[in-house]
């Protein structure tokens, strides 16, 4: 059975400031999206689904939808506010959906294999999609798995702007927990700084590993899902800015021991536009790879 990777493409970039899914980055004006799709091509994956919203369904299908090779299957799914359990009601006040965790519930009509989750305007690199492909391939579908790629805090950097990044606690490759931690940035002296949620500024390991939203499920964690979500909105369901983040949701699986999370460390470069003057490093990188897109 092969693989599904499942992108995450319903946001928008608040400080790039615009829809990032559809902006070409590379020499021959690949998207983000185009890069991620043939390395899961090259890697097996024998399906994607976008998970978007229902108003940019036109503009997705016609500009991203129209470059995906014919080599892959492409589906779709909708991250949509009023998608709740029975039980549940929008809130008055509430905007935005429910966050990563509710994008990635979002497919579970949609999905019956295992899958790797990404986000749409991340560039991830081929020996990640390797390396959570061949996990995936030897999962079994019924029992509910995770695993996570974890990627070098000092390769997720900007020179623009602090970052925020899941700092991961790793232990015989296995995920402990992930800690949360803001304006992360390299400083004049060399160190990375950043402030964890106790509020004081400190030091963090370049060789640190970091959550880059890239996980693998096998479809039996939907049931786990719909549960903690259950947990989530009865808890903070009346917060109308609250998220339900994926990391977090793995973090209360890990802590009560229902699952246990392989961490699959990767050398690769990440690359994000985080601010719109990241974009030039990152066409330039894009370049000088000098990958190859499966069309």
Known sequence: MKPTLLVLAAGMGSRYGGLKQIDPMGPNGETMLDYAVSDAVKAGFGRVVFVIRRDIEEAFRETVGTRIPSSIEVDYAFQELADLPPSFVVPEGREKPWGTAHAVRAARKVVNEPFAVINADDFYGQEAFSSIGSWLREQDPERPAVAMVGYRLENTLSEHGSVNRGICVVENHLLRRIEEVEKLRLEKDGMVRGTPPSGF???VAAQTPVSMNFWGFTPAVFPLLEQAFDIFLRKRIHESKSE???????????????????????????????????REKVTAALKEMGLTVER
Do not use: K, M, N
């Open 201 to 203: 500024r400190r030091e």
């Open 244 to 278: 339900w983040y994926l990391p977090a949701v793995v973090d209360e699986w890990i802590a009560s021991g229902l699952l246990q999370c392989p961490v699959l460390e990767t050398d690769s470069q990440w690359f994000g536009v985080t601010y719109p003057e990241d």
